[in-house]
């Protein structure tokens, strides 16, 4: 259901389109495609070996550490090495970030059908507005509510889209869920302030009463449905929140009440961080006779309304694998026990370069 909220003093930007994040890995979606267990670990591999070839040219050029006078301690080991490996492991650490959020980006990118169905919204027909990263202006209490930025299903509507980049299917995502689609709903303020203090008792506007079905698909020509007992209505909680992380699902545990007496800054600690929309699992789907489905990534979402009116902003994919997880990996070998040796004959020059840095981390 379309709801205009005409608000003053904020800046409702029309939805930008998301180029490739990594533009090096642009042209590798038919290998994704053809390993998409792997895709994502292949992308952040390749990416994080060009960081390192990278950090390791720039450090080539310079000493990390020049003594003016030789000192060796008694084990033998130079006494900058603890401090350039913390350096590294911060360098490191922070590699991993970089590389994580370009996985992150992960929204559709082509639509392969749009049919409007009957009693949708009128003028919200371009179906191209529901590509790219939802809208980033908006907030539960003030939804996306223009023309270009959503796209609107009526009863027997359907919307088809293509993800390039696989979306997997991985129990480790967040609450078990793969991909999140994003809609017009948003909270109703019931304090009567809409000055910026605005306060819900967990109602929705916006939001589609009827009924929706969710299909996946790996190849575009067999679709399986989700099984409807346990996938939420299209265009439902929970409102976009345009500052959170679009990759990040909210808690499907949590329920309109969970959200009644709370302000703009209460939702979003219950939001944890995330920017809203509605989770979707991939072990969710069912064939024909009702019976699971193991598919281990998917490339084409379909949306169908049967009924009432759902309008759709975009959807994004939970990414793969964990930034967090690798991070405490890499800290962990950076941090393993070092074998000692005995020192050698003693340098004039004690210069820490690239070549030694190699030396010092992994002996």
């Not at 994080?48 to 003594?67: F, P, R, T």
């Not at 409807?228 to 679009?246: A, E, H, R, Y």
């Not at 281990?296 to 949306?303: E, G, Q, Y």
């Amino acid at each position: 259901m379309l709801v205009v909220v005409p608000l003053r003093g904020i800046n409702f930007s029309v939805k930008r389109r998301m180029r490739p994040a990594c533009p090096a890995c642009a042209g590798w979606d038919s290998l994704d495609a053809f390993i998409p267990r792997f895709a994502g670990v292949w992308r952040l591999f390749i990416c994080g070996c060009v960081s390192a070839a990278a950090i390791l040219i720039l450090l080539s050029g310079s000493a990390l550490v020049s003594q003016s006078q030789p000192f060796r301690p008694p084990g033998g080991k130079l006494k900058d090495q603890p401090m350039l490996k913390f350096r590294v492991l911060a360098l490191a650490l922070a590699g991993v970030i970089l590389v994580s959020n370009l996985r992150a980006a992960g929204f559709a990118d082509v639509v392969l059908d749009y049919s409007p169905g009957t009693g949708f919204a009128s003028g919200f027909t371009n179906a191209s507005v529901s590509l790219g990263q939802p809208t980033s202006t908006a907030n539960p209490f003030s939804p996306p509510f223009r023309n270009t930025q959503l796209v609107s299903l009526g009863a027997g509507g359907s919307l088809t889209v293509q993800f390039n980049t696989p979306i997997l299917n991985d129990p480790s995502h967040s609450y078990g869920l793969d991909f999140n689609i994003f809609g017009n709903t948003g909270f109703v303020i019931t304090n009567g302030n809409f000055s910026g203090g605005g306060i819900t008792d967990g109602t929705l506007l916006g939001n589609n009463p009827g009924a929706t079905r969710v299909w996946v698909s790996q190849d575009n020509l067999t679709y399986y449905l989700l099984n409807p007992s346990l996938t939420p209505t299209v265009d439902s909680l929970f409102p976009t929140d345009g500052i959170g992380n679009f990759s990040m699902p909210v808690n499907p545990a949590l329920g309109q009440n969970d959200f009644a007496g709370q302000g703009l800054a209460g939702i979003r600690a219950l939001y944890g961080g995330s920017a809203g929309g509605t989770g979707f699992d991939i072990s969710w789907a069912e064939d024909a006779h009702g019976n699971s489905v193991s598919l281990d990534s998917i490339n084409f979402v379909r949306i169908d309304v049967l009924s009432g009116k759902s309008e759709i902003d975009g959807l994004s994919a939970v990414p793969e694998p964990r930034g967090w997880a690798i991070g405490v990996a890499g800290a962990a070998l950076l941090l393993l026990p070092a074998r000692r040796k005995r020192a050698r004959a003693p340098i004039s020059q004690p210069t820490i370069r690239s070549a030694q840095l190699l030396q010092i981390l992994f002996r």
